[in-house]
């Protein structure tokens, strides 16, 4: 029988695109959606990698079971890093993407193209029933552009051109984006555990 990881999401583009990412592994993933009751734990931390661990820490006591959570968060040169870790909430608490991006462009009205540096950051965290935890961060380089290009992706993905890329993230096709993504570098780097936790 398969052992059970709660993806401690509310997501279910984000539970889809784990599910992609990961290589085939004994393991059944669940979003914490699936869980009567839950509820999504406070993003109140100062950086990515605090609000990861508070995620899945606060999955894996609700549950009983191991937890995987992330937080990611787009950083932008010209706005001295941010929206960093309020990305989510870039345009207000309960923002949709369209709003967030607006807000972006916005901010970024009149910068020119060279100073548009920008990279996706993600920190993903493991943790055991009993409070261990294990954490991968992963990061994605490019700049912001100037509109909207893409109908594949969520969030910020059709403003985000990668470096060395055909476009933005919106324009991949999913499985190279998977290949290739800061959550896909993030989650490579918990692969070990993963497969010591299927084992």
Wanted: with cysteine; proline share 7%.
């Amino acid at each position: 029988m398969k052992k059970i990881l709660v993806v401690a999401t509310f997501n279910p583009h984000k539970l889809r695109e784990i599910r992609a990412i990961l290589p085939p592994l004994p393991l059944t993933l669940k979003a914490l959606s699936d869980f009567p009751g839950a509820v999504p734990a406070e993003e109140d931390g100062a950086t990515l990698e605090a609000n990861a661990v508070e995620k899945a820490l606060a999955a894996a006591r609700f549950t009983g079971l191991w937890a995987l959570a992330d937080d990611t968060g787009l950083e932008v040169d010209a706005l001295g890093g941010g929206p960093g870790v309020r990305s989510a909430r870039y345009a207000g608490e309960k923002a949709s993407a369209a709003e967030n991006n607006a807000r972006l462009l916005s901010a970024l009205g009149g910068v020119p193209r060279e100073k548009r540096l920008a990279r996706f950051a993600c920190v993903v965290a493991l943790a055991s029933p009993s409070g261990g935890v294990k954490v991968s961060r992963g990061a994605l380089e490019g700049r912001i552009t100037d509109g909207s290009r893409g109908a594949n992706g969520f969030g910020y993905d059709p403003l985000f051109e990668v470096d060395g890329g055909p476009g933005t993230l919106a324009e991949f096709p999913e499985e190279e984006k998977n290949s290739v993504s800061h959550r896909a570098l993030a989650l490579k780097g918990l692969l070990p555990e993963l497969l010591r936790l299927a084992a």
